[in-house]
């Protein structure tokens, strides 16, 4: 979160712990082990507890008041408060009389909210040394006697810096944190009580509850007796410390009862359903809790809330040689599945999926749907079932729909909940936030979509509901199926027929799958129309292996000697073999086998044979349907003989990154001679190097120079490649299958 000021000078001096509880005991005694420190010191009121703090080796000295070190700390020390939410006050007041201002300040309080309020009615304004904190760890047992050293190690720590934190402070907090394995987290204050509010608090009162119900019931030694596993699973936390829970539940009031209120509106409904045998229901909701609690660590987690200060950033590091043989079958194709989930959750029945992309982006547009009440079973391996709302049944969300790093959600989700009855908005990562959506909200607010969009038509997107949408004829500016599959999904709710037509051919997965959902829509030449008002019959999809994953391994072969790979059940749509058509066209062998039409979408297995590749210009007319390949077309290049150009293709500078100057710079840094220009490239085939290079949070990115690596004369080291996860899980896994050697390694 914040820049590092190399100059600044963050090492930690002292630490002081107020309150020899689980957590101040356990911080107290992982930071002197850290060594981070030169002097540790426990305060408590009791001398039992210091006595044993001191003898466990958890503090170095012991006080029982903080007047009495107080005048010894300076700037580089830190306290911290470690006492229940409603002690915190007077602990706050003594630092008030005591504490110069450049002593750090920081709480470990499961509320936030309630520790600032204190801070401004005591220092009149939130002191600039108090940076109020919450370890996301603990357990069930309390006391020094409960301190563990290892605690907080890989356990979340979020800190809710106020506006008048500053800098300096921030970071000794983040510091100490690090230093004791924790991974730091920033979020908004409010934010977190609400978060907090649902994940923790709530959670706790109902284990308290459950248990205290089943207590007071007459029979409650047989009933404990024969109380196992999930009671017991679900009870474990009721063990915890009664002052501290009956201070969170007052300081977090407001938000608490929020959730209250809502599961005891949830409870009553269940009770309905189990009281009138309402199975679908119950299905519904057993359903998509269970699949949420699967997959959705973020949102078990809320971590979409979260601003990461630093996360674990993984680096490749890939071997210079290797080769490319195999026989193997890429993970599903990214568009289709996004599809394959909006498609089949306004369908009427059940779809099944099968070959399902279980990527960070497909995966988000499966928990928008989840957001908006479409039960949704899956994925396994590859396997999901949607069970279809209709055009008219999605549900309000409740939050904004998260949508990660992807702009096929995004845009096309615009076209989708356009004509709906509910406000929703759409947000994403920091790459999807910097992308334009005026491409689509422009056309949307001719069919009569009210939509805002942040400065500069960025991402969030807010859409109003309730509005009657029109029937356009729209002429893209650009060829894109993302702002095409966005208009026609909005003809579906507008009145009379919507017409797109593309200045070239791109990508037609909405134009087949809303067939192949029983929707009327025709082709003719650059023209797609449909009308709206119908509606889709739930079908069975069996989406084919990515082409666009699939072009890494195909350009590994092209560029490796000896190397011969097959690609199974590819999807080979025309609108999407421009990297087959380029391969070719430098002089790759490429063939086709096994074609067969599978839902309405052409396949066949693909096999690549290494022969020497030449420069070429590249015509025009292959840049719509070889997209999202020049990353690792541009590796394809740097490996010819001769010059290789790219013009027409702007485009790619408003990808997940600016592909031209990433790749131009990483080509640099690997020592071949590529130049950028405004809409391409131009590559002189050589030699490739080694070195540095960074993904710029671009997958694709990532993956191209993994590739690189079969040819490079040295290691190449690529920066940031989490990104990989977006839309190939397990790339390094099957690079490795085929003869790549790539280590993955990990960086704060
Ligand atoms: C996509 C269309 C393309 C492509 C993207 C997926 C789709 O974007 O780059 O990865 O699924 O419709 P544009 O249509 O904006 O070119």
């Known amino acids: 979160m914040v820049e590092n000021s190399h100059t600044a000078d963050h090492s930690i001096n002292r630490l002081v712990v107020i309150g020899l509880g689980l957590i101040g005991s356990s911080l107290a005694v992982a930071a002197r082990n850290a060594g981070l420190v030169s002097e540790v010191v426990g305060i408590s009121r009791r001398t039992s507890t210091l006595d044993l703090a001191l003898e466990m080796g958890v503090i170095d000295r ?86 563990k050293a290892d605690l907080f190690k890989d356990h979340r720590v979020i800190l809710t810096p106020h506006a008048h934190s500053t800098e300096d402070h921030i970071l000794r907090v983040e510091k100490l944190w690090q230093s004791v394995g924790a991974i730091v987290s920033s979020m908004d204050i409010k934010d977190h009580d609400e978060v907090l509010a649902a994940t923790s608090h709530l ?33 474990r936390i009721a063990a915890s410390d009664p002052i501290m829970w009956r201070d969170i539940a007052l300081a977090n009031r407001e938000a608490i009862l929020t959730v209250l209120d809502q599961i005891m509106d949830d409870f009553t409904e269940m009770r309905r359903a189990i009281d009138s045998g309402d199975q679908n229901y119950l299905m519904d909701v057993f359903t998509r809790a269970r699949d949420a609690r699967n997959h959705f660590g973020k949102l078990i987690e809320s971590k979409a809330l979260e601003q990461p200060m630093s996360e674990k950033i993984i680096n490749y590091t890939v071997s210079p040689g290797g080769e490319a043989r195999g026989d193997i079958r890429v993970p599903g194709d990214k568009s289709m599945s996004h599809r394959s989930i909006m498609l089949g959750s306004i369908a009427e029945g059940m779809t099944e999926v099968t070959g ?79 992308r334009p959506m005026a491409r689509v909200a ?23 509901g309730g509005n009657k949408l029109n029937a356009i004829d729209y002429v893209l500016p650009m060829a894109s199926a993302q702002v095409k599959s966005c208009v026609l999904l909005a003809g579906l709710y507008a009145e009379g027929q919507t017409s797109t037509v593309e200045p070239a051919p791109t990508r037609d997965h909405s134009e087949r799958m809303l067939r192949g959902f029983g929707y009327d829509v025709t082709t003719e030449g650059s023209k797609a129309y449909l009308s709206g008002g119908g509606s889709l019959s739930a079908t069975r999809i069996d989406v084919p292996a990515d082409i666009s994953s699939s072009a890494f391994f195909m350009v590994a072969a092209a560029i490796t000697p000896g190397s011969d790979i097959t690609l199974r059940h590819v999807g080979v749509n025309p609108t999407r073999v421009g990297v087959i058509n380029i391969l070719r066209q430098m002089g790759t062998s490429i063939e086709l086998s096994n074609q067969r039409e599978v839902g309405g979408e052409p396949v066949a297995d693909i096999r690549v044979r290494y022969a020497e590749l030449n420069g070429i210009v590249i015509p025009e007319d292959q840049v719509p349907l070889a997209i999202d390949e020049f990353p690792v077309l541009f590796i394809a290049a740097a490996c010819a003989k001769g010059e290789t150009v790219l013009t027409g293709a702007e485009e790619l500078r408003v990808k997940e990154s600016d592909r031209i100057q990433s790749m131009a710079d990483g080509l640099v840094t690997l020592g071949v001679d590529a130049q950028s220009t405004p809409d391409g490239i131009r590559i002189q085939g050589g030699k490739i190097g080694g070195g540095e290079v960074h993904s710029h949070d671009d997958h694709r990115i990532a993956m191209a120079f993994a590739i690189a690596g079969l040819r490079a004369e040295n290691q190449i080291l690529i920066h940031d490649c989490n990104n990989v996860a977006t839309s190939f899980p397990d790339f390094v896994g099957l690079a490795a299958a085929v003869g790549l050697t790539i280590n993955m390694d990990t960086a704060e």
């Open 62 to 147: 012991a006080e029982q008041s903080l007047a009495a070190i107080a005048p010894q700390l300076g700037r580089g020390d830190v306290v911290v408060i470690g006492v229940p939410t409603l002690t915190v006050p007077s602990i706050l007041e003594d630092c008030h009389k005591l504490l110069s201002a450049e002593v750090t300040i920081t709480d470990v309080a499961s509320v936030k909210g309630s520790v600032i309020d204190a801070a401004e009615k005591i220092y009149g304004t939130v002191p600039a040394q108090l940076v109020p904190g919450h370890p996301i760890a603990g357990s069930e047992k309390s006391g020094v006697t409960a301190a």
């Open 203 to 235: 959670p706790h009162f109902l284990a308290y509850s459950l248990v205290d119900t089943l207590a007071g019931m007459r029979d409650n030694r047989e009933i404990f007796r024969y109380a196992a596993g999930g009671f017991r699973d679900f009870t």
């Open 356 to 434: 399902f992309l279980e990527g960070e982006d497909s995966l988000a547009t499966l928990q928008a749907f989840r957001d908006m009440g479409v039960v949704i079973e899956g994925p396994n391996d590859g396997r999901v079932v949607i069970h279809g709302v209709g055009l008219h049944g999605l549900k309000a969300p409740e939050k904004p729909l998260y949508l990660g790093n992807s702009g096929t959600s995004m845009r096309l989700l615009a076209g989708l909940l356009a004509g709906q009855s509910f406000d929703v908005e759409l947000t994403g990562d920091e790459s999807l936030s910097g």
């Open 442 to 464: 422009n056309p949307l607010a001719e069919m009569g979509a009210v939509i805002e969009t942040a400065e500069g038509g960025r991402p969030p997107m807010r859409i109003k």
